[in-house]
């Protein structure tokens, strides 16, 4: 039996892959900041631990606990929406804390178990504003596209270990937490002079028709995981294949 550690389980893309592998006879290490065993189907598969990836000392805790895993699934994430104008610079550094750095440094601490059984799997999960940018999210889009370079370089670096590292890269997905994550740093988002183009953009994420639902990012993963044959860039969703096919 395989286990997966996947972060950011409390809801949205994390949550619905966690219960994805589960139903497919995974072990799974569902992660959250703050452990909640009732958003899952009672399992003896399932284990659910603290794990705030800003924090190196939860995250050393985090990988002793779950011992053993075969794949790391990096999806936590904190939007942000606004013009950079008016963001502050300690909003900007928690995003890419936990969008960049935290990616980053729990990959570094799950590396040598991988490297020492020449086996394992990453999978990064960014977005696809990275592939066709959309204004007022420059911050979020360079936290993630950050993480694209990352992964593709980190991809040939752990190759001649047997270690795969795969992205997956949403569309717009109004049905998760995406926006309520981005209330805290929303702050002076629209400075004078911004209106007209925020009422623009909003108008737009309201309007959408086509969208991506939280399953279509646990296919993408599960592809991700199981085809050795799949591509360094997996499109989830409707509008994120339209996205690709744009670019």
């Known amino acids: 039996m395989k286990t997966i550690l996947i972060t950011g389980c409390s809801s949205g893309f994390g ?53 053993p895993i075969d794949v790391l699934v990096n999806n936590a994430g904190v939007g942000m929406l606004g013009a950079l104008e008016g963001a502050s610079m300690a909003s900007i550094r928690e995003i890419f804390a936990t ?8 990959t570094q601490a799950v590396i040598p178990q991988f490297r020492q059984r020449q086996a394992g799997t990453i999978v990064n ?55 309520e994550n981005c209330r805290p740093h929303m702050e002076n988002a629209f400075p004078e002079g911004y209106g007209d183009l925020a009422q623009h953009v909003l108008a737009g994420f309201e309007n959408l028709t086509d969208i991506t639902q939280a399953a279509d990012v646990a296919e993408a993963v599960w592809r991700a995981v199981t085809d050795t044959n ?9 509008d994120a294949v339209k996205s690709f096919n744009a670019a």
Request: proline residues 8%.
């Open 15 to 67: 949550l619905e892959t966690a219960k994805y592998f589960l139903e497919r006879d995974w072990k799974v290490i569902a992660t959250m900041r703050t452990p909640r065993t009732d958003l899952f189907p009672q399992s003896d598969r399932l284990s659910v631990i603290a794990l705030d990836v800003t924090d190196p000392h939860s995250i050393a805790r985090a990988v002793e606990a779950a011992g």
């Open 230 to 238: 799949s591509p360094m860039r997996l499109p989830a969703g409707a």
């Open 125 to 179: 999960v960014t977005s696809t504003v990275t592939v066709r940018p959309l204004p007022l999210l420059a911050v979020y889009t360079g936290s993630k596209a950050a993480v694209n370079a990352f992964t593709e370089s980190l991809a040939l670096e752990l190759a001649p270990h047997n270690i795969r590292v795969r992205l997956v890269l949403p569309g717009a997905a109004p049905g998760t937490r995406f926006g």
């Open 99 to 106: 969008n960049t750095l935290g990616t980053i440094a729990l």
